[in-house]
């Protein structure tokens, strides 16, 4: 049976990253230390990882990995990725562009981005918890769809949580240019659908959607 990506444990999500070969800010706060595995072993998990020598990777090893790596990214189980992947190609414009937006707008990665959440694995939990609104009405699914002109607050009674006070410190001026965010109102609002130029998540979305396309 599948796990959830929230389930993965800790030491998991670091050797998620040194699979990829960078860092895919999974631990929150942590991956911003030298105490990131990335840091500390930039070689792949495993007996053979550390050999000094580059694996060869094939045409579809690649493709695969990079879509790992965007799953891993955003929180994302195979099926639903493959339902974003089919409403990206509907959509008019670039694909792997779209296949981005997507993404980037759902309610729990908009929480991160907005600094409530220290990482999407804990925006995802703290919205099932039911500790956002949007417009005024609480949402408690992560993959819920904002939209530019979206507000979405910290709901009153979650606004002395702990880990959201401490995300809030932490996030410093890292909110993109898609987004406002009022951290001491605990309000954000979505400017726009954010533009491939504005989202920094390191991916090769064209390759992804290759690999959708055999």
């Given at each position: ?12 999500r ?13 631990k ?12 500390k072993?930039?070689?792949p ?49 670039v694909t ?19 600094g409530f ?21 609480p949402?408690?699914i992560?993959?819920?769809?904002v939209?530019a ?8 009674g ?8 401490d ?38 979305e064209?390759?992804i959607i290759?690999?959708y396309?055999?």
């Amino acid at each position: 049976m599948s796990k959830s990506p929230n389930s993965v444990s800790g030491d998991a999500r670091c050797r998620q990253c040194r699979r990829a070969g960078e860092k895919l800010y999974l631990k929150g706060t942590r991956c911003y230390t030298k105490k990131c595995a990335i840091e500390k072993r930039n070689y792949p998990p495993g007996q053979h990882g550390n050999t000094g020598r580059p694996a060869k990777i094939t045409d579809y090893g690649m493709q695969l990995r990079e879509k790992q790596k965007m799953r891993q990214l955003y929180r994302v189980l195979e099926g639903p990725f493959r339902t974003y992947v089919d409403e990206a190609v509907r959509r008019k414009g670039v694909t792997g562009a779209n296949l981005l937006q997507l993404l980037e707008m759902r309610l729990d990665n908009v929480v991160y981005r907005l600094g409530f959440a220290a990482s999407r694995a804990q925006g995802r939990q703290l919205v099932n918890h039911g500790h956002f609104q949007v417009n005024g009405r609480p949402v408690d699914i992560p993959s819920y769809q904002v939209r530019a002109n979206d507000t979405i607050e910290v709901v009153e009674g979650a606004r002395r949580i702990p880990v959201i006070q401490d995300a809030i410190a932490g996030a410093g001026n890292r909110t993109p240019s898609w987004l406002s965010v009022n951290p001491n109102q605990f309000s954000g609002k979505v400017l726009a659908a954010p533009r491939r130029d504005e989202v920094d998540s390191d991916v090769s979305e064209q390759i992804i959607i290759e690999f959708y396309s055999r």
